[in-house]
């Protein structure tokens, strides 16, 4: 499999897949289950800025 192009994000590589599809091309998006697990991810103790208690920034 050879790499042709890279989405800026997610949502423009699954419309992608999606259009790619519907010309017979079998496309692949690597990565997006890394989206979800990402998400998830609480912060450490610690790692919270100490003027925003209780809010994740990122």
């Known amino acids: 499999m050879q790499r042709i192009y890279e989405p800026a994000s997610l949502m423009e590589g699954e419309m992608l897949k999606g259009m790619l599809a519907s010309e017979g091309i079998e496309a692949h998006l690597i990565g ?14 610690g790692d919270e800025p100490e ?5 994740l920034v990122c």
């Open 32 to 45: 997006r289950e890394l989206i979800t697990a990402y998400n998830a991810a609480l912060p450490l103790p």
């Open 51 to 55: 003027s925003y208690p209780g809010t």
